[in-house]
């Protein structure tokens, strides 16, 4: 079975490119999976100007792999993070909610504004986030445009494939915040929780997990980065 763990960068997230994806290509050598990076114009939306939309190029890996692991750049694998491969159905979308806590009534809404521009499909929670999603060949048609249009409102990709997960009636399975800790994990609500104890950490949206300490996302990945794997020339170690 044909494996890829595939994230998208290019020039302008060089920065993220030397911090994240040394560590990005262990794990894959670890699952036994192709590293693949995507930096060109996306398949379907060649004028579209915003890189996030190059994700679907994915549709068309399909063609050589059975398994893929999305993984946005702007994370950091933690030490002995384990097989994803290993742990979602071959059968399942896996992927983390964010519709929940202090996110819920605005990623609900964008539930609601999606259909609206659609067509009701009776979806009503379970939103996405796509910086961790586990698929498999049967799912590459969430890539796919509804009826010729492609969902271009607030998050747009994410919200699109979540959509057309729930069209498809895909089965999901669903990965605890430890898969993919964004700082919205950190809060109150969900007790604070300690992003070291995650297998990865997501530096999306507002990604800065001290404010008071005055950092930018990609200053607060590289503190986290030496906290997790001390001062290394080549990233540390996944094991």
Known sequence: MKRAIVTRADDNVRDWVELTHPLLKKYAQKC??????????????SNDKYPHWRILK?????????RILMLDTDMLINKNCPDLFKIVPEDHVGCVFEDVGTRTWDRRRQIMEVQQFFNYIDWNSGYMNEGTVMLSREHKDIFLPHYGRYWNGPAGSQ??????????????????????HMTMFSESWNESADRFKSH??????????????????????????????????DGGSVR
């Open 32 to 45: 036994e999976a192709d590293f693949i990076v995507l930096s060109h114009e996306a398949p379907f939306l």
């Open 58 to 66: 994915v549709y068309e890996l399909f063609e050589k792999y059975d």
């Open 159 to 180: 919200t699109h494939f979540m959509f057309n997960i729930q069209k498809l009636k895909f089965k999901i399975f669903e990965l605890n915040y430890r898969w993919n």
């Open 200 to 233: 990865i950490i997501h530096y999306a949206g507002r990604g800065i997990f001290e404010p008071h300490l005055s950092l930018s996302r990609i200053e607060q990945a590289r503190k986290d980065h030496e906290t997790i794997y001390g001062k290394t020339q």
